[in-house]
């Protein structure tokens, strides 16, 4: 089947000033739409074009060879920026960390501003292009990890609750070469009450 680029949860505008409208269009109605198509080019008329993306993801080392870096670029380009947009959220819709979210937050970091510190580093850190994320480990615990390229933590059996993207294409218009500038920017966008929800699936499951 092929894999539908979901509709933004919000307007390109919506996140202004902290991400700008410019940046949003280019960067969801031509990157992203570009992964989603390039990854069911790369599936169509394979045993994979049935298959849910998230489910190749998560077993992508068995996908077969000859569409296996087409698949991981490509679809994890789709899966992760889709990730990315359901986790934003204008910033009068944003707060803090929900209940389940801030406690576990506080029990592994020890506050919200040393998670914060910690998150800001490892997203300012990935060297070239990549991602950082809070994810849910086997133990059931929260932790920071860094993904380069496209590759995505679910490939890893890890459930991820939050993502930054931190490829240059996602806030270089406005913030030019100042990726801490853009980090800082993002905390005023997370939409805690879908990260809260996938942290109670993660640990759920």
């Given at each position: ?9 919000f ?37 994979y ?62 506050s ?48 991820p ?45």
């Open positions: 089947m092929a894999y539908e680029q979901p509709k933004l949860p307007e390109f505008d919506s996140l202004e000033p902290h991400f700008d409208k410019e940046t949003l269009e280019i960067h969801y109605s031509k990157h992203h739409a570009t992964y989603c198509k390039k990854f069911n080019d790369a599936v169509v008329g394979t045993s074009d049935s298959v849910e993306l998230y489910d190749i993801l998560v077993d992508i080392e068995n996908v077969e060879e000859k569409i296996r870096t087409a698949v991981r670029n490509n679809g994890g380009g789709a899966w992760n920026h889709s990730f990315f947009w359901d986790i934003l959220c204008p910033a009068k819709e944003s707060g803090k960390p929900l209940e389940n979210t801030e406690k576990a937050i506080n029990e592994v970091f020890g919200f501003e040393e998670f914060k510190k910690q998150f800001s580093d490892a997203a300012t850190t990935v060297f070239g292009s990549g991602w950082a994320w809070l994810v849910v480990n086997a133990s059931g615990k929260l932790e920071i990890i860094k993904t380069a390229n496209q590759d995505s933590p679910i490939s890893m059996g890890l459930k609750v939050l993502v930054i993207d931190v490829w240059e294409h996602a806030y270089y218009l406005k913030f030019r070469n100042l990726r801490p500038n853009y980090i800082e920017e993002f905390f005023n966008l997370i939409n805690w009450k879908r990260v809260e929800e996938y942290f109670r699936e993660a640990r759920k499951g």
